[in-house]
């Protein structure tokens, strides 16, 4: 249904003048190829006329079976998620249509991985934009395909210790906050309970180890407010607060 159809000449006399098709649909047509376009699954009794230079004619017959096509549909779970979330359920919403039924399911997830269940779930593995694809085949080996795009993005987190312990064992000896997603222009300021500032540092592999004025002399044991300026993949600007104690 709504493919072209070609039908051609078994055997041909250079005698006919006209050759002409009746589709058995309304359409028709004078060639000595026919090509029709069936709108409506069914039945067709297809009638080939020819016609001599002296007027004769004589008509054969035979049968088009038009077959239903195919309709391939799915809704994901979610179209945008986070790597922290990568699952994503797929239903199949494809319709065969009656009296037909569905044979047949491939999954391309985009990602170089398939499946070929009906409603599969899928664990992506990395961000990025994939496109996935469903094909159906149905009874009669007619076929449908349909696409949707998903995004797995980054994630953007931090993470910071309540404490350190900068005494010369090797052991929890900075104070550095981390996570997921930090991108560029990370800015981190250490403050003591007065206000005054005691460290900072716009590098996120320059950590503070427990050193204030410049690094002249050890902060002493004490709660310290600690402000960090981050941006995220999309370029979003984030700002953290947060207490960290300085143990000796």
Same mark, same amino acid.
């Not at 003048?17 to 376009?37: F, P, Q, V």
């Not at 994503?88 to 391309?108: K, Q, R, V």
């Given at each position: 249904?709504?493919?072209?159809?070609?039908?051609?000449?078994?055997?041909?006399?250079?005698?006919?003048?006209?050759?002409?098709?009746?589709?058995?649909?309304?359409?028709?047509s004078?060639?000595?190829?026919?090509?029709?376009?069936?709108?409506?699954?069914?039945?067709?009794n297809?009638?080939?006329?020819?016609?001599?230079?002296?007027?004769?004619?004589?008509?054969?017959?035979?049968?088009?079976?038009?077959?239903?096509?195919?309709?391939?549909?799915?809704?994901?779970?979610?179209?945008?998620?986070?790597?922290?979330?990568?699952?994503?359920?797929?239903?199949?919403?494809?319709?065969?249509?009656?009296?037909?039924?569905?044979?047949?399911? +491939?999954?391309?997830?985009?990602?170089?991985?398939s499946?070929s269940?009906?409603?599969?779930?899928?664990? +992506?593995?990395?961000?990025?934009?994939?496109?996935?694809?469903?094909?159906?085949?149905?009874?009669?080996?007619?076929?449908?395909?349909?696409?949707?795009?998903?995004?797995?993005?980054?994630?953007?987190?931090?993470?910071?210790?309540?404490?350190?312990t900068?005494n010369?064992?090797?052991?929890?000896?900075?104070?550095?906050?981390?996570?997921?997603?930090?991108?560029?222009?990370?800015?981190?300021?250490i403050?003591?309970?007065?206000?005054?500032?005691?460290?900072?540092?716009?590098d996120?592999?320059?950590?503070?180890?427990?050193?204030?004025?410049?690094?002249?002399?050890?902060?002493?044991?004490?709660? +310290?407010?600690?402000?960090?300026?981050?941006?995220?993949?999309?370029?979003?600007?984030?700002?953290?607060?947060?207490?960290?104690?300085?143990?000796?």
């Amino acid at each position: 249904m709504g493919d072209i159809t070609s039908f051609t000449i078994d055997s041909a006399s250079i005698n006919i003048s006209i050759w002409t098709w009746n589709y058995g649909d309304g359409n028709s047509s004078i060639g000595l190829a026919g090509i029709n376009e069936y709108m409506d699954t069914g039945i067709y009794n297809v009638v080939l006329t020819a016609t001599n230079i002296n007027g004769c004619t004589d008509s054969s017959s035979n049968i088009a079976i038009v077959n239903p096509l195919p309709l391939s549909d799915f809704s994901p779970s979610t179209t945008i998620t986070s790597i922290l979330n990568p699952i994503i359920d797929f239903s199949d919403l494809s319709l065969p249509p009656s009296p037909a039924s569905i044979l047949a399911w +491939y999954w391309n997830f985009g990602d170089g991985t398939s499946d070929s269940i009906q409603h599969p779930t899928h664990t +992506y593995l990395d961000t990025g934009k994939y496109q996935v694809q469903l094909s159906i085949i149905n009874q009669y080996g007619c076929s449908d395909q349909t696409m949707q795009i998903i995004y797995i993005e980054p994630e953007f987190i931090l993470y910071a210790p309540n404490s350190f312990t900068p005494n010369n064992d090797d052991i929890n000896e900075t104070f550095i906050p981390s996570g997921i997603g930090i991108e560029n222009n990370f800015e981190m300021f250490i403050f003591d309970r007065w206000g005054d500032l005691v460290f900072e540092s716009s590098d996120i592999n320059n950590p503070w180890r427990g050193f204030a004025n410049n690094g002249n002399k050890e902060a002493q044991e004490d709660v +310290y407010v600690w402000m960090v300026f981050a941006t995220d993949h999309s370029s979003k600007k984030h700002k953290f607060l947060g207490h960290v104690t300085l143990i000796r």
